[in-house]
């Protein structure tokens, strides 16, 4: 049984920042990409940004290049999204996902958290 688990959300104001964390347990995730998704209301899901277990490669949507950055504590089992400089429009649901392969497709994941909210204020 996989489990992935986010926490760390919270509201926070415009420019400030946040770090969420998500615990991987159930089965060996050293072959896997971790990935960071968002919804906000009345949006598809998004991809943020991904990374894998045994390599420093990360990837990153565009809208929050040098804002937000994905790492991970394998002896933790653990990856972390920090957010810098968060703007009203990051405003989401954040899911952290596991699947074999980097894919900016949510649809191609197949393991998924439960989501944490994260709201920034204007």
């Known amino acids: 049984q996989v489990h992935l688990v986010e926490s760390g959300g919270g509201l926070v104001q415009a420019g400030g920042s946040l770090r969420l964390s998500c615990a991987a347990s159930?089965?060996?995730?050293?072959?896997?990409?971790m990935g960071w998704f968002r919804q906000a209301p009345g949006k598809e899901r998004e991809f943020v940004a991904a990374?894998?277990?045994?390599?420093?490669?990360?990837y990153y949507a565009d809208s929050v290049k040098g804002r937000f950055t994905i790492s991970r504590d394998n002896a933790k089992n653990t990856v972390y999204l920090q957010m810098n400089s968060l703007k009203p429009e990051d405003t989401a649901v954040y899911y952290c996902?596991?699947?074999?392969?980097?894919?900016?497709?949510?649809?191609?994941?197949?393991?998924w958290g439960q989501g944490t909210q994260v709201t920034v204020s204007s």
């Open positions: 996902a596991a699947n074999l392969y980097y894919r900016a497709n949510p649809d191609e994941y197949d393991y």
């Open positions: 159930g089965r060996t995730f050293t072959n896997y990409v």
């Open positions: 990374t894998r277990w045994t390599s420093a490669i990360t």
